[in-house]
């Protein structure tokens, strides 16, 4: 094996095992990696690498979508339809659960995960203490709704702006293809959840209680209120247009993030431009750099190999295969960087067999569903779960062990997996 090769083996297990394990920050981790790659000369010129492997389209387009949200999240606009569906849907326990498990999925395809699971756990709670009911199952099934929300669209979750733009697929025609199994993945946690959780949904509501819930106050400003549904809108329109407008995903985000805070905030940009997340942002530049490494030094072209030869010479048959792959392994490490390191072993399938991989299209969609739906497994498995717990910690003072957790994800994931092959 080359020196480099064994270099490049070397830190992404160590960048890997530290990423899994938590014990040292992320980003530090691997813009550390990076760098020790540079250092040991594994790429021949580092500029040439920083053009060639960071993925900039994906870095501008979570920049852009990062200010966008954090905008519109001031004008209370999310809080708004969260009461508004209570007060319509809140018939009693079943519609009040399937009402906000679709919204937050809804929403996830177009916001991150975590920010939705931010707004939407409070005001569940708020919901489930007036009522007087178990809040437990509705806060577990916003958490999974979000991840399976969260594959909808190419801007729903961060492993689906890298495969999309790694394949060049607009957000219509990735929309077209992965907005049907999300509902109908959506719809089938809908009805476990129903069969398992039966004596705590099945209460009906006060109506009087309902009525209560009150939006006036939420808007501050009716004025930023409407503009942020109109630019809200505005971009959802200009996502789906994408290819008609034929710009990149990216520079519709960066205009959206920019003209909403020139529109509603333009006295707030430090504090706007603060609540970036750098930190991420700065992780994905260093990851994108390493498994370049993996590319450069030909780890993924052995890879590919492989994963070829376990999997079947087919695209149905490597499709299948990677879906439930992707799936486990998202479970229990994050999905960004094993969606980094599969990106480029997908595209050297074409190098491989040219005849038999020339439309890649299923493989890359049987990826971001995975990745995606992987990521409801455990407690660790997306960031959405981490931070869903932890409120319920700090909320309610509950904890919920590993092994209680993967009791309903695992159930879950096993069916979305089998509903998703079949897909």
């Known amino acids: 094996m080359p020196q480099t090769e064994l270099i490049t083996l070397i830190v992404f297990a160590v960048v890997l095992f530290f990423i899994i394990n938590h014990k040292i920050n992320r980003t530090i981790v691997a813009m550390l990696g990076a760098s020790v790659l540079i250092i040991f000369g594994v790429f021949p010129d580092e500029i040439e690498a920083i053009r060639n492997y960071v ?3 994906t870095l501008l ?3 852009g979508m990062m ?3 954090n905008v519109i999240r001031r004008t209370s606009l999310f809080s708004y339809v969260g009461i508004k569906t209570l007060r319509i849907f809140g018939i009693n326990g079943y519609m009040l659960f399937i009402s906000l498990t679709f919204l937050v999925a809804i929403i996830s ?8 699971i931010l707004v939407f756990i409070p005001i569940t709670f708020a919901i489930t203490d007036s009522l007087k009911v178990n809040y437990f199952p509705y806060v577990l099934g916003e958490i999974f709704a979000s991840n399976i929300g969260g594959m909808a669209t190419i801007i729903g979750d961060p492993p689906n702006i890298m495969i999309a733009s790694a394949a060049g697929f607009s957000f219509s025609e990735f929309a077209l293809v992965m907005y049907p199994i ?3 993945n959506l719809l089938f946690m809908d009805m476990l959840f ?4 039966k004596n705590d949904l099945q209460m009906k509501f006060d109506k009087e209680t309902i009525k209560s819930f009150d939006t006036s106050h939420l808007i501050e400003d009716k004025k930023s209120f409407f503009l942020s549904i109109i630019l809200f809108v505005t971009v959802i329109i200009a996502f789906s247009a994408q290819h008609f407008l034929g710009v990149e995903s990216s520079t519709i985000a960066i205009i959206a993030g920019f003209f909403s805070l020139l529109i509603l905030a333009p006295n707030q940009v430090r504090d706007t431009l603060n609540e970036v997340e750098w930190e991420s942002l700065l992780f994905f530049f260093g990851l994108f750099l390493i498994t370049g490494a993996m590319e450069e030094t030909g780890v993924i072209a052995d890879l590919s190999n492989i994963m070829v030869k376990v999997a079947g010479n087919s695209v149905k ?11 486990l392994i998202s479970g229990f490490i994050d999905n960004i960087p094993f969606t980094a390191t599969m990106i480029p072993v997908v595209q050297h399938l074409q190098v491989v067999q040219p005849g038999i991989f020339s439309n890649l299209s ?4 049987s990826l971001a569903m995975g990745a995606c739906l992987g990521g409801n497994a455990t407690s660790i498995g997306a960031s959405a779960n981490i931070i869903g717990l932890a409120m319920l910690t700090q909320f309610k003072n509950k904890t919920i062990l590993f092994k209680d957790f993967a009791k309903y994800g695992l159930l879950l994931v096993l069916g979305n997996i089998v509903i998703s092959e079949i897909y």
């Open 55 to 57: 993925d900039f389209n």
């Open 61 to 63: 387009l979570l920049f």
């Open 67 to 69: 200010l966008f949200v």
């Open 109 to 116: 395809g177009f916001i991150d995960n975590v920010t939705t």
């Open 182 to 184: 999300a509902l109908i």
């Open 194 to 197: 129903i069969l398992v959780f």
């Open 317 to 327: 048959s490597f499709s299948m295969f990677i879906l439930p792959v992707a799936s």
């Open 362 to 365: 299923p493989v890359w969609y």
